[in-house]
T-cell receptor, first 112, second 114 residues
């Protein structure tokens, strides 16, 4: 079982560039989430989705966008990269609320 | 709003020592509580969970009991190994909705030396 797959694992972006972080899960989970992890700060929720076509903002959505056209895929888009977006990004999925998450291995993004 | 507070790290201990990581929470309702573990260079893995007061979650020798009276969910292990070196996160499910959103603590790094 692949679980949750994130690509790329590492990326360096220049200020103002755009990119999409990919996230795919093969467990048929309805709920999917994007978090960012900054040193000593825990994880902050960026966006989440409760099913195909349904997304909503989390705690720190500014500068990001998402879409959910299928159950499997939940890409995260950065439109105009800024140094403040330097972080490790994790995608996670869950079959329902309160069940707990399966996390991907993360994308380490540096904006210079 | 709902929040989680964990003890600061790093926690450094010798192999076979007893480990406790404190976690307390603030919530307006009755959240589910989780412990996740993150090994170096990897994503987080669910270690254990408890969904109601007095529940005990356990896995891989780790235990935590949901204490509503003290709003705590402390993680314990009786005899740690070098392989337990990792960052441990306490989390709660937000009580304001049912979409499974989690609030994480800042994480506690544990270093076990031989």
């Amino acid at each position: 079982n692949a679980g949750v797959t994130q690509t790329p694992k590492f990326r360096i972006l220049k200020i103002g560039q755009s990119m999409t972080l990919q996230c795919t899960q093969d467990m048929n989970h309805n709920y999917m989430y994007w978090y960012r992890q900054d040193p000593g700060m825990g994880l902050k929720l960026i966006y989440y989705s409760v099913g195909a076509g349904i997304t909503d903002k989390g705690e720190v959505p500014n500068g990001y966008n998402v879409s959910r056209s299928t159950t499997e895929d939940f890409p995260l888009r950065l439109e105009l990269a800024a140094p403040s977006q330097t972080s490790v990004y994790f995608c996670a999925s869950s079959p329902r609320g309160d069940y707990g998450y399966t996390f991907g291995s993360g994308t380490r993004l540096t904006v210079v | 709003g709902d929040s989680v507070t964990q003890m600061e790290g790093p926690v450094t201990l010798s192999e076979e020592a007893f480990l406790t990581i404190n976690c307390t929470y603030t919530a307006t309702g009755y959240p589910s509580l989780f412990w996740y573990v993150q090994y170096p260079g990897e994503g987080l893995q669910l270690l254990l969970k408890a969904t109601k007061a007095d529940d005990k979650g356990s896995n891989k020798g780790f235990e935590a009991t949901y204490r509503k009276e003290t709003t705590s969910f402390h993680l314990e292990k009786g005899s740690v190994q070098v392989s337990d070196s990792a960052v441990y996160f306490c989390a709660l499910s937000l009580t304001t909705d049912s979409w499974g959103k989690l609030q994480f603590g800042a994480g506690t790094q544990v270093v076990v030396t031989p």
